[in-house]
């Protein structure tokens, strides 16, 4: 037996051996914290007296307490919206109701919601899983993206090409691509289309968001190895409201959301609504290496400045959602429909060596789903969840302009015959090879199903089942009579059939989650009238496990063995994102290990301070990257100005790093976080396909930061300017190492240089909460700050926010 399947297979047994343990005389003790009106009361401590058993109301104020020994007992209710409460329960029965009427004290400040609120991001983050709570309280309220909220946590890089609405990729600790799953309430994103992705939805709109590293929770199972990043919406339907925002800033970037909620107290029927808009021109300078002209005798000159131009951005959005929330038959039953429009010129292709003119996508999608979820149902215990949704999305693209031109603007020129000649392509070229325009239409259905029974106290079983379809049809406008319009269906469909077995265990300190799950894959291709279907099917299993060893020490362990398939995009190519089809493209297989820790290592009532840190190993077989170059050739540099690129299997690669992190909070007014990712991801592929040995053997893996670092301050004053009024400022630096973008760089033209760059920000907050207005500076210092290919992302920018919120209005 291999050493790594050993250590699964001692792990698996071991772990299952703890999960299996014996009960006493216990209870689960459940019930609804509310007013006396009835109404609902969240983020309530509920503990039992003399024990470390506590729970925590949701937003409908539901809470559950495990394990409870049969006998005479005192339960304290405590929160800062409510007057603390004493009561007694006598406990008989393996189950009972106990529902707790309380008083309010009046109104809620919002620090105090705050601090009950990181309750919540604790459990989660102690449950077994690699996972991280990102909250986006505040950042709603500023001139941030939802990805670079995302790019400031710990293990996280968002590997974008430029500015606002250009290409993305998620990198969790050296995994990405379609080894990561994004999640918008549970849906893979990609269902969504290009124009309704994490770059245009604003944090406004976002509850929280969880990241997850390694094994994933029953309700994400997928095609995935390396983790999930899952955006929670907003749900809460305890008060209707009504929220609007409207910023601009640098590079003629201008940015509006607005949120709706209504729910009729009796009936239950609740109705959503947010939308969103977003323009740029993205028009921000660029300079240093990677930042170059071609002259007259054809030749590459660095170290040039100059603004980017032809790269236009704007996306809007609507969501809309109608159905019954808290209901007898239904926690939550919604009928929704998502409709989004995009346009986006192309101003380069891979590297920056070329600009384009003239060649630009536009992107529309038009999203029907259905969500339903009950708990109870039929019988205590037993859950359902179902989420659906079918999704039409067309991609059109454009390009048939012939005449190059250079960065600053000018048509490029070359010399022939001692004749300064403008530089235009032949009939039939665009400015990326051959003219096209084209149009690509994806229909799409995934369907997730997810059904929970809790057989015992503390023990719970899962079964899933997740179909995602994408039916695939290509045109090409510009020849209409061309083969690719007679024979272009492609399909693809991943059926994923999952089990999971979670415990409570030893007092609830040891939480334990096994998964098991069978992959079914096919690819269905028309090329050129020969028709291909490939399929393959996998399984694969993981485990995870959480050990409170003291009451504020959690060690937290993983191990993950699965495959994942290849997206259409990598199989069939992306035209829009300069990527190239690779139909001979296989699944990868991932082999993951995680150890860590999180350490509240001082909790006080000023001064909390809280520790995590984990280390990992991933082993990758046929680990599916974009193609890079080889190598440089002193003189011929421009061999590594790519256009388009493709995914590719490299083979056998091996990751192994560590990353930490450590938040300090001072009287709920002073907020230090500090976080860092440090690992190497080499190929470690000893022999070609000659015998020979590999001469990129035990190399780094180009184009991938390896080691970052992120630090946060945030200070709070109140009643600055007006009584009752907040302010709060806010700093943000962040360092990336250098890194290669091909795999062998003598003369270091191709290694992205260090990055260092700071943010700052102001939020101010009037006395009655309704609005608030924040001015951010990011990149004060105008840092070269660089991502795929050396292509470089926005320098300064200064951004001014205006926020309206009503809420409580017509209860």
Request: charged share 20%; hydrophobic share 35%; aromatic share 12%.
């Amino acid at each position: 037996m291999k050493l790594g399947e050993s250590i699964s297979y001692t792990l698996f047994c071991l772990l299952t051996l703890l999960s299996i343990t014996a009960f006493g005389q216990q209870s689960i003790v459940k019930g609804k914290i509310h007013l006396e009106s009835g109404e609902p009361v969240s983020h309530v401590s509920v503990r039992l007296k003399g024990t470390n058993i506590s729970s925590m109301s949701d937003k409908d104020g539901l809470y559950s307490l495990n394990n409870v020994p049969y006998g005479n007992h005192e339960i304290q209710v405590t929160s800062v919206e409510i007057q603390s409460k004493t009561v007694r329960l006598k406990v008989n029965n393996p189950a009972q109701d106990f529902s707790i009427s309380v008083l309010a004290t009046g109104d809620i400040t919002l620090e105090g919601v705050e601090v009950e609120r990181k309750t919540v991001k604790r459990d989660m983050e102690t449950s077994g899983f690699a996972v991280a709570v990102i909250e986006t309280k505040e950042a709603s309220l500023r001139n941030l993206t939802t990805n670079e909220l995302l790019d400031r946590a710990v293990g996280i890089r968002v590997r974008q090409n430029g500015g606002i609405g250009s290409q993305i990729e998620y990198n969790l600790n050296g995994i990405s691509g379609s080894a990561v799953g994004i999640f918008l309430d549970g849906t893979p994103i990609s269902t969504f289309g290009s124009s309704f992705n994490l770059n245009n939805i604003p944090p406004a709109m976002i509850e929280r968001i969880e990241v997850y590293k390694g094994v994933l929770p029953s309700h994400l199972t997928g095609d995935y190895v390396g983790g999930a990043i899952n955006v929670i919406m907003k749900k809460d339907a305890s008060a209707n409201n009504v929220t609007a925002a409207v910023s601009y800033g640098s590079f003629n970037t201008f940015q509006t959301d607005i949120g709706a909620l209504y729910r009729d107290q009796k009936s239950g029927f609740t109705t959503r609504i947010s939308g969103f808009y977003t323009y740029t021109d993205n028009s921000y300078e660029m300079w240093g290496k990677f930042a170059m002209i071609t002259d007259a005798e054809l030749k590459l000159k660095r170290y040039q400045r100059f603004k980017r131009f032809n790269n236009t951005y704007k996306s809007v959005g609507g969501r809309f959602e109608f159905g019954f929330t808290d209901v007898k038959w239904a926690d939550q039953f919604f009928l929704g429909y998502n409709i989004s429009d995009t346009y986006q010129d192309i101003p380069h292709g891979t590297t920056m060596a070329q600009p384009y003119v003239g060649r630009f996508n536009e992107y529309q999608a038009h999203v029907f789903s259905l969500n339903y979820n009950k708990a109870n149902l039929f019988i205590e215990g037993l859950a359902l969840n179902v989420n659906a949704v079918y999704s039409n999305r067309s991609t059109y693209l454009q390009d048939t302009a012939r005449t190059m031109y250079n960065w600053d603007g000018q048509p490029a020129s070359f010399v022939r015959n001692g004749v300064l000649t403008p530089w235009v392509k032949r009939p039939g070229q665009g400015q990326q090879g051959d003219a096209v325009i084209t149009n690509i239409d994806r229909k799409i259905i995934n369907a997730r199903t997810n059904l929970s029974y809790t057989i015992a106290q503390g023990h719970r079983i899962s079964l899933n089942h997740n179909l995602n379809s994408t039916r695939r049809e290509d045109e090409d406008l510009l020849n209409p009579g061309a083969v690719l319009n007679s024979g272009n269906d492609r399909n693809t469909s991943t059926n994923i059939f999952g089990f999971n077995y979670e415990a409570q265990t030893l007092g609830n300190k040891l939480r334990t989650n096994l998964l098991a799950k069978y992959t079914i894959n096919q690819n269905h291709y028309n090329n050129a009238g020969q028709v291909t279907t490939l399929t393959n099917s996998n399984p694969g299993y993981g485990i995870t496990v959480s050990y409170n060893v003291i009451p504020k020490l959690f060690v937290i362990a993983s191990n993950e063995n699965s495959f994942i398939s290849p997206r259409d995009e990598q199989i069939f190519g992306s035209p829009e994102t300069n990527i190239v089809e690779n139909l001979d493209l296989k699944p990868e297989r991932n082999v993951n290990y995680n150890l860590g820790f999180r350490y509240t290592a001082l909790e006080g009532k000023k001064n909390r301070l809280s520790l995590y840190a984990s280390a990992f190993w991933r082993n990758g077989y046929d680990k599916i990257a974009v193609q890079a170059v080889d190598s440089v050739i002193a003189g011929r540099e421009s061999d590594a100005n790519i256009e388009t690129s493709r995914y590719i299997n490299l083979g056998r690669t091996q990751s192994r790093g560590f990353e930490a992190e450590a938040i300090y909070v001072y009287n709920n007014k002073l907020n230090v976080l500090v976080n860092l990712s440090r690992f190497n991801t080499l190929m470690k592929v000893e022999f070609d396909e000659n015998g020979q040995p590999h001469r990129f053997y035990n190399r780094q893996l180009p184009n991938e930061p390896f080691f970052m670092l992120n630090a946060s301050l945030q200070y709070r004053m109140d009643n600055l300017i007006q009584r009752k009024s907040t302010f709060n400022v806010f700093y943000n630096a962040g360092y990336v190492a250098p890194f290669q973008t091909v795999w062998i760089d003598s003369d270091k033209w191709f290694t992205t240089p260090t990055q260092f760059y700071h943010d700052l920000g102001g939020s101010y907050r009037t006395p009655n909460g309704r609005i608030v207005v924040s001015l951010d500076l990011k990149n004060i210092t105008n840092a070269e700050v660089y991502d795929n290919f050396g292509v470089q992302k926005p320098g300064r920018g200064v951004y001014l926010k205006l926020n309206y919120m009503l809420s409580h209005f017509n209860k």
